[in-house]
């Protein structure tokens, strides 16, 4: 029903920024709870934002990225945005965005039911 595809990754220096876009099938993904996750090399998938449905102003951060990344929403382009600043090289890692029918702002692979195929990012000290 729906599909999502992430772009935006690439390589920077560490303290650099990147911003990932996260693009949908459908209007009806306005009404969809967004979330990112990643996953770096010999690590288990974690979870780094999420965004509620229509106003998006609903907000959850990772610790580890909280005060350096900002999710939003676009819904006239039906897009997610992960603005990612001040970036480390431990930030390294496959990012995936994942919607959710269910739940209004998914923190858990569990709560959602889309995903993208991923987007590399890399950050070099």
């Known amino acids: 029903q729906v599909q999502l595809v992430e772009s935006g990754g690439g390589l920077v220096q560490a303290g650099g920024s990147l911003r990932l876009s996260c693009a949908a099938s459908?209007?009806?993904?306005?009404?969809?709870?967004v979330a990112w996750f990643r996953q770096a090399p010999g690590k288990e998938r974690e979870f780094v934002a999420t965004?509620?449905?229509?106003?998006?102003?609903?907000?959850y951060y990772a610790d580890s990225v909280k005060g350096r990344f900002t999710i939003s929403r676009d819904n006239a382009k039906n897009t997610v945005v992960l603005q990612m600043n001040s970036l480390k090289p431990e930030d390294t890692a496959v990012y995936y965005c994942?919607?959710?029918?269910?739940?209004?702002?998914?923190?858990?692979?569990?709560?959602?039911?889309?995903w993208g195929q991923g987007t590399q990012v890399t950050v070099s000290s």
């Open positions: 459908g209007r009806t993904f306005s009404s969809y709870g």
């Open positions: 965004i509620n449905p229509w106003s998006g102003g609903v907000t």
């Open positions: 994942a919607a959710s029918t269910r739940i209004l702002a998914p923190t858990r692979e569990s709560e959602t039911d889309y």
